[in-house]
Nanobody, 125 residues
């Protein structure tokens, strides 16, 4: 288990933007696929986006394609999730996590081992 710290959540109006950060201080994120997940009240945790370390690919849920962008800053050991054109249905706690499958992305939370504490994103007018 490694410690991940998410930040950047908050309250934003529909159509607005936020950038979430996922940082680690005690290990390198370079060797892991990093997934962003979200969980709304009463709903299951769902995959939002993922960046692979094995082939450099990025993946997005259909619901966020064209609006969200995942990226890495290896120098800062941080992964970002830029969220644009936010909608009320994007409201959730957002989590980042490291994979346990050798750097490959997955939509399933069970394929990820270390998780951050989450950051709340609320989209409301």
């Amino acid at each position: 288990q490694f410690e991940l710290v998410e930040s950047g959540g908050g309250l934003v109006q529909p159509g607005g933007s936020l950038r979430l950060s996922c940082a680690a201080s005690e290990f390198s994120l370079d060797y892991y696929a990093i997934g962003w997940f979200r969980q709304a009240p009463g709903k299951e945790r769902e995959g939002v986006s993922c960046t692979s370390s094995s082939d450099g690919s990025t993946h997005y849920a259909d619901s966020v394609k064209g609006r969200f962008t995942i990226s890495r800053d290896n120098a800062k050991n941080t992964v970002y999730l830029q969220m644009n054109s936010l909608k009320p249905e994007d409201t959730a706690v957002y989590y980042c996590a490291t994979d346990i499958r050798g750097g490959a992305c997955s939509d399933y939370p069970a394929d990820f081992g270390s998780w951050g504490q989450g950051t709340q994103v609320t989209v409301s007018s």
